[in-house]
């Protein structure tokens, strides 16, 4: 396994004269420095890999971005935010094995090479498919047990799927409301007395199109309210930004279409009603174009 993190071209000198700094709530202070930082064929020299761990941005086409890495033993691991990422990974890889991961790992890049990790640190794993073979099986408990030994946490699942869609619930209630707001997390609950209930709304409508495909245990009204203690005990600390947040604020594009985007028109293939994920999705999609405009853009006339 290499690391090989994508950073903007600004940081890329800072990577490799200092490495990256890390200050932890969990593990402490401590620092690396990658193995290549710039493109995946500086890190095909320290292959072939066992495992390629794939964080980039869930945008479509990053599958293929590793294809010069992956060889016929190597696992692909998938800790990308949003809904159906996979099938991209198994078409263009059909006899790898793919695993799946939700990821809850709060940090910030607060300057160039340096990271700030909150109390949390959980990765989630199961194969794709859930049905996969055992081998597959195999190569998920080996990637648990990695983690283990180096005092980290990655618990198997039989079946990642209804994982995934409660992360998506809550990436798809959060993400957007912070980013058009601007406000992080516990501001946001400050900012109205009817925020709060917004997000369960959101997570409900995810709630639904989850039950709709098989998993309607997956997003409860309990883990709804369980989840909400957490941005709600900032309140007092300090908020959260995320990510989707973070990105604009970088004048960067979004992932609207993989945590939002896929999960309506999973619905609509459903014909499951979800208004207020429609809503939210028709203005983050505005902001990420505002961003990232294409040759329709126009703009503002000035008369007089």
Not at 49 to 62: L, R, S
Not at 184 to 209: F, G, H, Q
Not at 283 to 288: Q, T
Request: charged fraction near 25%.
């Amino acid at each position: 396994m290499v690391n090989c993190p994508t950073p903007d071209e600004s940081e890329v000198s800072s990577y490799l004269e200092s490495g990256i700094s890390v200050r932890s709530k969990i593990f402490g202070n401590t620092s690396y420095r990658p193995a290549a930082v710039q493109t995946v064929r500086q890190a095909i020299e320290n292959g072939p890999f066992d495992y390629i761990v794939v964080t980039a941005k869930a945008f479509p086409g990053t599958a293929k971005l590793i294809e010069e890495a992956v060889d016929p033993s190597t696992t692909i691991v998938l800790g990308q935010n949003g809904i159906g990422g996979e099938k991209e990974y198994a078409e263009l890889y059909p006899d790898n094995v793919l695993i799946a991961g939700v990821v809850y790992l709060p940090v910030t890049q607060v300057e160039p090479g340096v990271v700030e990790h909150g109390p949390l640190e959980r990765f989630e794993i199961g194969t794709y498919p859930p049905d996969a073979p055992s081998n597959a099986k195999e190569r998920c408990r080996e990637l648990s047990n990695l983690f283990r030994d180096g005092g980290g946490s990655a618990p198997v699942f039989d079946d990642i799927q209804p994982q995934r869609w409660f992360k998506l619930a809550v990436n798809a209630a959060w993400n957007p409301t912070t980013t058009l707001t601007n406000c992080d997390d516990a501001n946001y609950l400050r900012s109205s007395p009817k925020a709060e209930d917004m997000i369960r709304k959101i997570m409900k409508d995810v709630a639904k199109i989850a039950a709709a495909v098989g998993y309607p245990d997956a997003i409860t009204d309990e883990r709804i309210e369980q989840d909400l203690q957490r941005p709600k005990g900032r309140l007092d600390t300090g908020g959260k930004e995320p990510s989707m947040l973070t990105d604009v604020r970088n004048g960067r594009a979004t992932e609207v279409e993989a945590i939002l985007g896929n999960t309506l028109r999973i619905g609509e293939e459903r014909g499951v009603d979800t208004p207020y994920l429609e809503l939210i999705y028709t203005l983050a999609k505005g902001r990420d174009y505002a961003i990232a405009p294409d040759e329709r853009w126009k703009p503002i006339a000035r008369h007089g």
